[in-house]
């Protein structure tokens, strides 16, 4: 059973440019949270979202930034118009449904915004 | 602020000797979970204590929690250079449904050969 896959691993990205991380959740898993990671600081959630809904987005930013699940492929983060800020570690976890027990977490992709 | 905060932010040990890291959080939570991040990778789930319980062992982990002080312990027994990392815990609450895990800012670990 294959573990919470993400890719790229790492993106470099220009200022102004799109960003775009992908993140396939382990089978049987339903459910997908990303979080950020800025350097030497802990996770912050972004957003949760089952298949083709968003439950909860209250740790996304209100600009740039959106989040899909569609019915079929990998979930998508969706960074729009980089910002150096945008620089940080995007984790992805997946869990097999509520309650939220274990979150089983991707390897990350490292966005540089150049 | 962080509803999860670490402490020590770092901890220097020699190879077999214990190192214990505490986390505090703020609100009632249902679970508290610790996990380890080695350098440049993900996250890996080592435990998981429920609000209704007071210790939980696993290998050479031990976890406390004091739901009174709203605060846990990891124990890592006779420690090994390969669990140099950083240590979070992450609590998910009655405040946000269990939708998310909020995380402190880690326990980064260090055990000299």
């Not at chain 1, 220009?14 to 089978?27: F, I, V």
């Not at chain 1, 997908?32 to 298949?51: A, C, H, N």
């Not at chain 2, 609000?51 to 605060?71: A, C, I, P, Y």
Request: charged residues 25%; proline residues 5%; contains cysteine.
């Amino acid at each position: 059973n294959a573990g919470v896959m993400q890719n790229p691993r790492h993106l470099v990205r220009r200022r102004g440019q799109e960003a775009r991380l992908r993140c396939s959740p382990m089978k049987g898993h339903s459910h997908v949270y990303w979080y950020r990671q800025l350097p030497e600081e802990g996770l912050k959630f972004m957003v949760y979202l089952q298949k083709e809904n968003i439950i909860d987005e209250s740790g996304m930013p209100k600009e740039r930034f959106s989040a899909e699940f569609p019915k079929e492929g990998p979930s998508i983060l969706r960074i729009q118009q980089v910002v150096r800020g945008d620089s940080a570690a995007y984790f992805c976890a997946s869990s097999p449904g509520r309650p939220v027990y274990t979150q089983y977490f991707g390897p990350g992709t490292r966005l540089t915004v150049l | 602020s962080q509803q999860g905060e670490e402490d020590p932010q770092a901890l220097s040990i020699q190879e077999g000797e214990n190192a214990t890291m505490n986390c505090s959080y703020k609100t009632s939570i249902n679970n508290l979970q610790w996990y380890r991040q080695n350098s440049g990778r993900g996250l890996v789930h080592l435990i998981l204590i429920r609000s209704n319980e007071r210790e939980k062992h696993s290998g050479r982990l031990r976890v406390t929690l004091d739901t009174s002080k709203k605060s846990s312990s990891l124990l890592i027994t006779a420690s090994r250079a390969a669990d140099t990392a950083s240590y979070f815990c992450a609590t998910d609450g009655d405040d946000n449904a269990g939708n998310m895990l909020t995380f402190g800012g880690g326990t980064r670990l260090m055990v000299k050969p």
